[in-house]
């Protein structure tokens, strides 16, 4: 699965479809029981718009349920949502899209705590921070490079860091494989293919 900035236009579709993020863009998922996939797009447009306004971007995901773009403000009213015209609904923030990931790579940090990071950066909206470390001989050396996690769905160009402004890179994981069909983007638990394939 692509990574962000490009995880939502993988989502959503076409870049064409795509309504471009900013730091009060909120992603959410909207699930009931009987799911979406035989209710008309135009009722759930109704719906929605007579309880939230005008939406930025809706998709129905494979599972039926609803991923919403919208603004902060909305993302609040559809928190509480219990139900949406006669359909009963539970609602939840997407668990990727809301957030971005980026590298800080400065030598003066080599010495800095991830606890730190995440303390001195948290008016920033730091919610995580990992120190990157490679393996040598059998050893895990830590390197000048920090995993940093913001709880915004737009990675900051820099950030003020102590005295230093430091540029950030968006953090790019590895492909996921799936060692059952051996393709990649998705896991072997989630994977669709009836017969193992060797991966020679």
Do not use: W
Not at 84 to 107: A, D, I, Q, W, Y
């Amino acid at each position: 699965m692509p990574s962000s900035p490009n995880l939502y236009q993988y989502l959503m579709g076409s870049l064409s479809l795509v309504v471009e993020a900013n730091s009060s863009t909120r992603y959410m998922l909207i699930n009931t029981p009987n799911t979406f996939h035989t209710v008309s797009p135009f009722l759930v447009q109704n719906l929605l718009t007579s309880c939230i306004g005008e939406i930025q971007n809706v998709k129905k995901l494979r599972s039926g349920d609803l991923l919403v773009q919208v603004d902060s403000k909305q993302a609040s009213i559809i928190s509480k949502l219990k139900h949406l015209g006669t359909f009963p609904v539970e609602t939840s923030f997407h668990k990727t899209l809301n957030v971005s990931r980026g590298v800080l790579s400065n030598s003066d940090f080599i010495h800095v705590t991830e606890a730190e990071f995440l303390e001195e950066l948290r008016d920033q909206n730091v919610c995580a921070a990992r120190r990157i470390n490679i393996r040598r001989d059998g050893r895990l050396i830590p390197t000048q490079h920090v995993l940093l996690t913001f709880q915004a769905p737009v990675l900051p160009k820099s950030i003020k860091a102590g005295y230093i402004n430091c540029k950030l890179r968006p953090y790019i994981p590895n492909p996921l494989r799936c060692f059952k069909c051996q393709r990649y983007g998705h896991s072997q638990q989630s994977c669709r293919g009836t017969d193992p394939v060797c991966g020679k």
